[in-house]
């Protein structure tokens, strides 16, 4: 548009005029697209619209640049008012998505069931271990660690094995070096505990053991024991007998048959193993027992004297029992697991059945 310099008056007013008509008519359409703005899309689309240079809004403005001089700082003020109006109507529009989206993101439904966590279980292993101890506690022994890396001498000699001797091959032993072994069973504690203490002494002393055998569905090269032991003045092998068919009837039940064995290990003397019935066959016999109807499932006996003189015991004055529990024999027999191995896969279909 040209507007000559010889009729300001009449610019003028044409301006106004048109001016107002422009922003009278930008205005509604501005107020009705920002009513019904209800997304980011269209937020954006109402800001090309209008506020982007090139906008409804952007225009009048180059428009501006052609008004006469006189005019146009009332010209600019109009529109710059304008302007402002429809930034706030694009301001609210977007607090408003925002705090609607906001609140759909956080709202919480406490009406909706809660979802159920999956939880762990013991593994049936440390379940045996809790209970052999718990019923060895409530009968007056007290819980002993000891290393699962072991010397010759605590594994092995001072436990009345000689060198050389055969019953080494008793146990197939894993070394780390000359003298330095994995310890196949709990024995050597007692060891530690006796030249540690003075009887009485009254001690369980579970834990982990290792054997360098074929893996099969009986055995497996680690495993767990528990060891028992009691030294004092006047204890006999009665009380042996009665302490482990205490434990027996407290664990697998007090309807029990059981049966004890002479048997040998050189750090005992008498030595005995416990047996009970086949739990498969119910002692008909079967693959499990061998056909012989019976599980072993501990060795005991009276401590060797030569393993009290050991220890700087007088074997004149104290005298002892000691037994040693196999932890997955006992769970195998409990829960009727078939094969030992799973008791070390940790397949979780296993697992969470105990
Ligand atoms: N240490 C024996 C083993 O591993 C088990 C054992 C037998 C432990 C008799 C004892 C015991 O304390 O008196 O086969």
């Known amino acids: 548009m040209f507007y000559p310099e010889y009729n300001k008056t009449f610019a003028m007013a044409e301006f106004q005029d048109s001016l107002a008509q422009s922003i009278t008519s930008l205005r509604a359409k501005a107020e009705e697209a920002a009513r019904t703005i209800a997304t980011t899309d269209a937020l954006e689309k109402f800001r090309i619209e209008f506020l982007a240079r090139k906008g409804s809004v ?3 403005f180059e428009e501006l640049k052609s008004v006469p001089p006189d005019v146009k700082p009332k010209y600019g003020k109009l529109l710059n008012e304008f302007r402002i109006f429809v930034d706030a109507l694009y301001q609210s529009a977007k607090t408003k998505i925002e705090s609607t989206s906001a609140e759909t993101d956080t709202f919480i439904d406490l009406t909706l069931p809660g979802r159920g966590l999956p939880l762990g279980t013991r593994h049936p292993i440390t379940q045996t271990l809790d209970d052999i101890k718990s019923i060895f506690v409530s009968m007056g022994f007290g819980v002993v660690d000891g290393p699962e890396i072991e010397d010759d001498y605590h594994n092995f000699e001072a ?18 070096d000359k003298d330095v072994l994995l310890r196949t069973h709990t024995s050597p504690v007692q060891i530690r505990v ?3 203490r003075r009887p009485p002494l009254r001690v369980i002393m579970p834990g982990r053991v290792y054997r360098n055998e074929a893996i099969s569905a009986r055995s497996y090269c680690l495993f767990h024991q528990v060891e028992g032991l009691y030294v004092d003045r006047n204890v006999s092998f009665s009380e042996l007998k009665g302490t482990l068919v205490a434990f027996a009837r407290a664990f697998y039940g007090s309807s029990l048959k059981y049966k004890f064995r002479p048997s040998f290990f050189p750090f005992t003397e008498p030595s005995l193993e416990m047996d009970i019935t086949c739990f498969l066959c119910s002692g008909k016999g079967c ?20 393993v009290l003189r050991n220890v ?24 009727n697991i078939p094969d030992i191995r799973l008791l070390f896969e940790n397949d979780m279909r296993f697992l969470k059945q105990f």
């Open 287 to 306: 693959r499990v027992c061998k056909q012989s109807g019976w599980l072993e499932v501990l060795g005991a006996g009276m401590v060797h004297p030569n």
């Open 58 to 60: 952007g225009q009048l």
């Open 159 to 176: 436990l009345n094995f000689p060198p050389n001797h055969p019953a080494r091959d008793m146990q197939d032993t894993f070394f780390l």
């Open 194 to 196: 006796m030249k540690e």
């Open 312 to 335: 700087g015991y007088d074997p004149e004055e104290f005298t002892g029992y000691a037994f040693g529990i196999g932890v997955e024999r006992t769970t195998i027999l409990r829960h």
